[in-house]
């Protein structure tokens, strides 16, 4: 089979590779999609992941294909069926899986991180990490669940109730799934903030209420014409650049909850102005991965909950995935999958 390997200082190596073995328990899957998200684009630069990365090492956590064999153990899954892959893994054993934190676990271990991952043809993982997806279900939106699951994870840690207004900072692939995700959860505007004009327009499409150019208009007195008030209820930021996380805060209204969801480059900071954060009564909340919520994500995909075809812009054989990474950097763009 073929392998893309990342070597580490922005090199790749496709390989002609063994098939990976499956012991008892694991699941060997023959990949249809694989994802590139921003978090390949930081180890491509030279940063961790959400666990260290080793090159060389075959990267690719957003990964979703067909069951080929199955290890003598396995009960859930069956050659043929389709399925998406939960990359991560906790110990169980620290201090922050023990009460109920894994997210952050000390020795997190992650397919396509740590572990080589979909950015090969065929990929083996553990039973427990497999979800079946709906066979009528293209698996190129199977590759959309991992994301989907952390935009999940998101939305929970903010508590969005039925009602409120939201603001989505960045039309990229989390920020329009953030702008579906708010409208199923209640939310009785949605305002997407995104300086391109193409991701405005399929903003509106998967359902904002309203777009903001906030190169050219300014975000208060939008929100003020669009909401009766200054600022959202909620604010969520998906692009991880300080000028985005200013954006956030102009943007919250008095007890607003502001959810910094993306991942920022390593080093950066935003001052922010501690006697508005008083004043406003601010909430400022993090989200890191997945935990627990990939199945509720696969649940979404089957029932057709949520529009993934607007969001895929870009598909690249295995390869271009170094074309494919920079790709998904540009502002044309807004989700690239790679199809091994």
Same mark, same amino acid.
């Given at each position: 089979m073929k392998g893309n390997y990342f070597l580490g200082d922005k090199k790749f190596r496709l390989d002609e590779i063994p098939v990976p073995e499956t012991g008892e328990h694991d699941v060997l899957i023959r990949v249809a999609a694989c994802g590139i998200c921003g978090t390949d684009v930081h180890i491509y630069h030279g940063s961790k992941g959400s666990a260290e990365v080793h090159p060389p090492v075959i990267l690719g956590h957003e990964l979703a294909g067909v069951v080929e064999k199955t290890g003598s153990a396995v009960t859930t899954v069956k050659p043929g069926d389709h399925v998406t892959v939960d990359p991560n893994s906790y110990c169980g054993k620290c201090h922050y899986c023990k009460i109920g934190k894994k997210q952050v676990c000390e020795s997190l271990y992650a397919v396509g991180v740590n572990r080589d991952g979909g950015f090969a043809q065929y990929c083996a993982v553990p039973e427990?990490?497999?979800?079946?997806?709906?066979?009528? +279900?293209?698996? /190129?939106?199977?590759?959309?669940?991992?994301?989907?699951?952390?935009?999940?994870?998101?939305?929970?840690?903010?508590? #969005?109730?039925?009602?409120?207004? *939201?603001?989505?900072?960045?039309?990229?692939?989390?920020?329009? +799934?953030? *702008?579906? #995700?708010? /409208?199923? &959860?209640?939310? $009785? /505007?949605? *305002? #997407?903030?995104? !300086? *391109? $004009?193409?991701?405005r327009e399929i903003g509106m499409k998967v359902g904002a209420d309203a777009v903001i150019d906030p190169v050219h208009e300014e975000i208060g007195q939008r929100l003020t014409e669009i909401l009766g008030t200054p600022g959202a209820d909620v604010v969520i930021e998906c692009v991880g650049i300080p000028a985005a996380a200013e954006q956030a805060f102009k943007a919250a209204d008095k007890g607003a909850v502001i959810l910094l969801f993306s991942v920022p480059s390593p080093g950066s900071t935003y001052a922010m102005h501690l006697e508005e954060i008083f004043q406003k009564e601010l909430t400022i909340v993090g989200s890191i991965i997945n935990p627990d919520t990939h199945g509720r994500a696969v649940a979404l995909i089957n029932s057709?909950? +949520?529009?993934?075809? !607007? #969001?895929?812009?870009?598909?690249? !054989?295995?390869?271009?995935?170094?074309?494919?990474?920079?790709?998904?950097? &540009? $502002?044309? $763009?807004? /989700?690239? +999958?790679v199809e091994p």
């Open positions: 427990t990490q497999c979800y079946q997806l709906d066979k009528e +279900i293209p698996l /190129k939106y199977g590759a959309m669940t991992e994301p989907l699951a952390c935009c999940i994870h998101g939305i929970d840690r903010i508590g #969005l109730v039925p009602g409120n207004t *939201v603001c989505v900072i960045g039309g990229g692939a989390i920020g329009l +799934i953030m *702008v579906q #995700l708010a /409208k199923l &959860s209640g939310a $009785s /505007k949605v *305002v #997407l903030s995104e !300086p *391109v $004009s193409m991701r057709n909950a +949520i529009q993934l075809e !607007p #969001l895929i812009t870009h598909l690249f !054989p295995l390869d271009q995935l170094e074309q494919a990474i920079l790709a998904q950097q &540009s $502002s044309e $763009s807004i /989700k690239v +999958i």
